[in-house]
């Protein structure tokens, strides 16, 4: 019974995060240290990193 809801939670949270992706990921590039984090972020991740550094030098 709790698994069931554990996922019901996640489902209703992953939802709502992606049906307002566009306004959360606004208001996350409106705010410069969240955007520094996220860059930072971004730039651990090895396929994401590769991606942007191959698509500044084209």
Do not use: C, D, E
């Amino acid at each position: 019974m709790k698994i069931t809801k554990v996922f019901f939670f996640l489902t209703v949270i992953g939802s709502i995060g992606y049906v307002f992706r566009n306004s959360i990921t606004k208001m996350i590039i409106s705010v410069p240290q969240l955007r520094k984090w996220g860059v930072r972020i971004a730039m651990n991740i090895p396929f994401l990193r590769n991606k942007m550094i191959g698509s500044m030098f084209k």
